[in-house]
């Protein structure tokens, strides 16, 4: 009766998943490489199983949060912070900002914050999954985003983008696609070039030389 119960639980899981939570307090429209820079830990693995944390033995969890087992293939960044991921765990609903990746087994972009050894994941960071990402994106993963965590990503969704600093990169794709996950989000990283402005970049980089010979793009 019991096994009944924890597949019926799981499965309402996999069909709700998809819903983001309406009064998560944080930005969710942010561009990739913000999530990237802002987490602790970015990994790419697999997820299985799902399970309420004070169902398992010995649990001390007085919070209602989903632990999943993780099968980690690579780490792009937080080896300062985790030498390994197998677990991570994110809040259970009704709670504010859960998340559940879906379905189960396929290979997922995962960022993240440690809190007590724990990695913790809820609908404010990118959890995505691998084969949905965009060749840019993969690839910058390895080393662009982190080459341009110093600028800044601001929001543009006016025709007048104000005024801009050295530092910035003006995201637009709410002004040509009226969306957060357009073209400028799946295949441009904001990087900082040699007279130390930022601009917005894609093609090639070389990690062992510090140059780019990417093309240019300037949006208004």
């Known amino acids: 009766m019991y096994q009944a119960a924890v597949l019926v639980n799981f499965c309402f899981l996999l069909m709700t998943l998809t819903q983001v939570p309406a009064h998560c307090p944080c930005n969710q429209e942010r561009h990739p490489q913000e999530m990237f820079c802002s987490a602790d830990v970015v990994i790419r693995g697999k997820l299985f199983g799902g399970r309420l944390a004070s169902e398992l033995p010995n649990s001390t969890n007085q919070h209602s949060m989903i632990i999943y087992k993780v099968k980690m293939i690579k780490m792009f960044q937080g080896f300062d912070k985790m030498h390994h991921v ?105 990087l900082r070039r ?25 949006f208004p």
């Open 86 to 190: 197998s677990y991570l765990q994110t809040p259970a609903p009704p709670g504010l900002c859960y998340l559940w990746p879906q379905p189960e087994r396929k290979h997922y972009l995962i960022t993240g914050r440690v809190q007590e050894g724990r990695l913790v994941v809820n609908s404010c960071d990118w959890v995505q999954t691998w084969q949905s990402l965009s060749l840019t994106q993969r690839r910058s993963l390895r080393f662009r985003y982190r080459k341009g965590c110093a600028c800044q990503i601001r929001k543009c969704s006016a025709w007048q983008c104000g005024v801009s600093r050295e530092s910035d990169c003006w995201w637009t794709d709410w002004q040509w696609q009226g969306k957060a996950r357009g073209h400028q989000a799946r295949h441009y990283a904001c």
């Open 194 to 218: 040699a007279g130390k402005s930022c601009s917005w970049y894609r093609g090639q980089l070389d990690p062992a030389l510090g140059k780019t010979n990417d093309q240019t793009q300037v």
